[in-house]
C-alpha cells in the first residue's frame, strides 16, 4: 500500500527565503506526482505534474524534482513572498487513470 | 468558466442525525472524485464517478456512507448516521474524463459532527 509523507508539517521563512518542501513515498512504481495548494476554505490548485520519466518540472518561481528509485520529491519556492503562505500537498498516481494518494501537507507561513 | 460548486460550505449536526452534500461540477466533466479531508491530513478519495457509474469505491464506509450520481451530472453523498470521527472537510473534484490528469477541485464543505 503506498503511503506518502511530508516532513515538516508546519513551516515558517522570512520573506526572500528559499522554500524547500519535502515529500517521500514509499513504493517507487509510480505514473506521476503532482504538487498541489491549498488556501485556506478554499479547494486545492495543481502546482505542477511530474510525469515517472521525468527528473523536474519548472512554472516560474517553482521548480519540483523527482527521484524515483530513492522514492522523493522536492519542491523549491524561489525567493518566498507572504502570498505563498498555504498548505503544499504532494500526491501520486500508481497508474493512468488511478487514484491520487496524498502527503498530509506541510503549512507554509511567509512572515513580511 | 465556472468552477465546481459544493453545498453546503459548513454543517454543524450531532452524532447519529444524517446529511447530505451536493456537488455540481464543470460543465462537460465526466469524471467526478469525492474526498474526505480530515484536519491535518491529506484528501482521502471517498469515491470515483465515470458519468454516473462507479469506478472506485474501496474505501467508502458503505455501511453509513453512500453517494450517487444521477444523470451523470450533479453527486450527492450521503451519511447516515454520522459518527465523531466523520468530523472532515468533504471536497468534490471533477475532470475532463478519467485519463484526464488535471482535477478541478470545489471549496469543500466543512462538517463537524458533535
Known amino acids: 500500500k503506498q503511503e506518502v509523507t511530508q516532513i515538516p508539517a508546519a513551516l515558517s521563512v522570512p520573506e526572500g527565503e528559499n522554500l524547500v518542501l519535502n515529500c517521500s513515498f514509499t513504493?517507487?512504481?509510480?505514473?506521476?506526482l503532482q504538487w498541489f495548494r491549498q488556501d485556506p476554505g478554499k479547494g486545492l490548485t495543481s502546482l505542477l505534474l511530474?510525469?515517472?520519466?521525468?527528473r523536474e518540472q519548472t512554472s516560474g518561481r517553482l521548480n519540483a524534482s523527482l527521484d524515483k528509485s530513492s522514492g522523493r520529491s522536492t519542491l523549491y519556492i524561489a525567493a518566498s513572498q507572504p502570498g505563498d503562505s498555504a498548505t503544499y500537498l504532494c500526491?501520486?498516481?500508481?497508474?493512468?487513470?488511478?487514484?491520487?494518494?496524498f502527503g498530509g501537507g506541510t503549512r507554509v507561513l511567509v512572515k513580511p | 468558466e465556472a468552477g465546481v460548486a459544493q453545498s453546503p460550505r459548513y454543517k454543524i449536526i450531532e452524532k447519529r442525525q444524517s446529511v447530505a452534500f451536493w456537488c455540481n461540477p464543470i460543465?462537460?466533466?465526466?469524471?467526478l472524485y469525492w474526498y474526505q479531508q480530515i484536519l491535518g491530513q491529506g484528501p482521502k478519495l471517498l469515491i470515483q464517478?465515470?458519468?454516473?457509474?462507479?469506478?472506485?469505491d474501496s474505501q467508502l464506509p458503505k455501511d453509513r456512507f453512500s453517494a450517487e450520481r444521477l444523470k451523470g451530472v450533479d453527486s450527492t453523498l450521503k451519511i447516515q448516521p454520522a459518527k465523531l470521527e466523520d468530523s472532515a472537510v468533504y471536497l468534490c473534484?471533477?475532470?475532463?474524463?478519467?485519463?484526464?490528469?488535471?482535477?478541478?477541485f470545489g471549496p469543500g464543505t466543512r462538517l463537524l459532527v458533535l
Open positions: 513504493d517507487s512504481a509510480i505514473y506521476n
Open positions: 500526491a501520486v498516481r500508481r497508474t493512468a487513470g488511478n487514484k491520487l494518494t
Open positions: 464517478f465515470q458519468n454516473n457509474g462507479v469506478v472506485d
Open positions: 473534484a471533477s475532470s475532463l474524463w478519467q485519463l484526464q490528469e488535471t482535477q478541478y
Open positions: 460543465s462537460g466533466h465526466a469524471t
Open positions: 511530474i510525469q515517472s520519466s521525468q
